[in-house]
C-alpha cells in the first residue's frame, strides 16, 4: 500500500504497521542520472514491490521488544501507544520511536529522552517482519532502470526499515537511482514534500514524475502536483515498463 510502512505521531497506534526521505536517507542505490529526456519513476515500496508482514498488534510487539531489553512498560501501555504525545502536522512524519518513547514517558518517571534508544531498538525489531517480492517486480525496475532513473518513495516511520526491506528482497537496491523513505525526509505521502524528494534525487521536477503505487489517496496524489499516477491494479508489474514507455517515454 501507500502508506504500507508504520506511521508516526498522532494516532500512532492506529497508523502504525504501514513502514526514512532525503534523497540517500534509506539507501540510494547508484546516483542521479540525467533524467532529460522522458520521466523518471519512483516506486512505492510496501505492497508494491513486496509485501511484508506487520505485527497482529504493533503496541503489544512493540512492548514486548522493550521487555526484552529492560524497560518497564505500563499495564496500560495499549491505551499510552494509542494516544498523541507529539505535535501533528499535516504531511508530517516523525520517527515512531519518539512516538514510544514519549508514551512511556506519559506513564512513568523517565524522560523521553532516556528511553529513547531503547524504543529506537524496540520498534525496528517489531517491524522487522518477512518479505515478499511481488511477482514481475525485479524485471519492471530492471527494464526501467535501463531507460531512465528509477527510485521508492515509501511511507515508512521506522528508520532504516526500507533498506533492510530492499536488502532482504529480489530486488537489487543499486537499480535505484534514489530511495525516499518518509521518516528521512520528514514528509509523508500525500504530501507534496515526499514526492520533491524522490524527484530531487533522481533529477527531476515532481511534473516529469511517474509514480507507481497501489494506494490512490496516496500514491494518487502525485497528480495534483502536476506528476503521473500508474496503480498496480490498473497495470500490473510486468506491463509497467511498456505503459511507461508508451506515455512517458
Not at 211 to 239: K, S
Amino acid at each position: 500500500m501507500g502508506g504500507a510502512g508504520p506511521r508516526s505521531g498522532t494516532g500512532a497506534a492506529d497508523r502504525a504497521g504501514d513502514a526514512d526521505g532525503d534523497t540517500s536517507g534509506d539507501g540510494a542505490g547508484a546516483g542521479v542520472r540525467d533524467g532529460a529526456g522522458g520521466a523518471a519513476v519512483s516506486f512505492d515500496l510496501f505492497g508494491t514491490l513486496v509485501e511484508a508482514e506487520r505485527p497482529s498488534d504493533p503496541a503489544a510487539a512493540v512492548a514486548a521488544e522493550l521487555r526484552d531489553r529492560g524497560v518497564a512498560v505500563p499495564d496500560d501501555w495499549a491505551d499510552a501507544y494509542a494516544e498523541p504525545h507529539l505535535p501533528s502536522e499535516p504531511g508530517v512524519e516523525r520517527p515512531l520511536h519518539h512516538h514510544v518513547a514519549a508514551a512511556l514517558a506519559s506513564r512513568t518517571a523517565v524522560e523521553a529522552r532516556e528511553v529513547v534508544d531503547d524504543a529506537a531498538a524496540a520498534v525496528g525489531a517489531a517491524f522487522d517482519r518477512p518479505v515478499r517480492t511481488r511477482e514481475g517486480a525485479v524485471d519492471a525496475v530492471a527494464a526501467l532502470a535501463e531507460r531512465g532513473p528509477v527510485g521508492v518513495c515509501s511511507n515508512c516511520s521506522v528508520p532504516g526499515l526500507v533498506a533492510r526491506t530492499l536488502d532482504r528482497s529480489a530486488l537489487d537496491p543499486a537499480s535505484f537511482d534514489a530511495v525516499t523513505a518518509s521518516v528521512a525526509c520528514g514528509r509523508r505521502k500525500p504530501d507534496r514534500g515526499a514526492f520533491a524528494a524522490v524527484a530531487a534525487g533522481l533529477g527531476v521536477s515532481v511534473d516529469r514524475l511517474v509514480h507507481v503505487g497501489d494506494d490512490r489517496a496516496t500514491d494518487g496524489a502525485v497528480a495534483e502536483y502536476g506528476g503521473h499516477a500508474v496503480f498496480v491494479d490498473e497495470v500490473p508489474l510486468p506491463e509497467v515498463p511498456a505503459h511507461v514507455e508508451a506515455r512517458w517515454g
